[in-house]
């Protein structure tokens, strides 16, 4: 059975830094993304990282958040620096793609964690 855990969030202050963790019992997967989705908006892509190394990352995060993996301890990382106010969200890992799409398609994964909460307060 697929699991994907989380690590806790956290309340910081803007500019703070925070790092999640999630535990993906497939990797190495072909991607494994984290998403974010504040109260009254849609679920939206933030990070990607594929079975390459290589990464993905949307406009409102680059330069700011940093996505790593380590296959050995089968976690993927989001470390998130000068954050934000609107960074405030439940933050989500998603994995096991079940069809080829953009990253940041949310219906195309097929695992997903339980979510953790980050709130940045100014």
């Known amino acids: 059975q697929v699991r994907l855990v989380e690590s806790e969030g956290g309340s910081v202050q803007a500019g703070d830094s925070l790092r999640l963790s999630c535990r993906v019992s497939?990797?190495?997967?072909?991607?494994v993304a984290w998403f974010r989705q504040a109260p009254g908006r849609e679920r939206e892509g933030v990070a990607c990282i594929y079975a390459s190394g290589s990464t993905d990352y949307a406009d409102s995060v680059k330069g700011r958040f940093t996505i790593s993996q380590d296959n050995a301890k089968a976690t993927v990382f989001l470390q998130m620096n000068s954050l934000k106010p609107e960074d405030t969200a439940m933050y989500y890992c998603?994995?096991?793609?079940?069809?080829?799409?953009?990253?940041?398609?949310?219906?195309?994964?097929?695992?997903w964690g339980q979510g953790t909460q980050v709130t940045v307060s100014s």
């Open positions: 497939t990797l190495p997967d072909n991607r």
């Open positions: 998603a994995a096991r793609p079940s069809y080829s799409s953009t990253w940041y398609d949310v219906l195309s994964y097929r695992s």
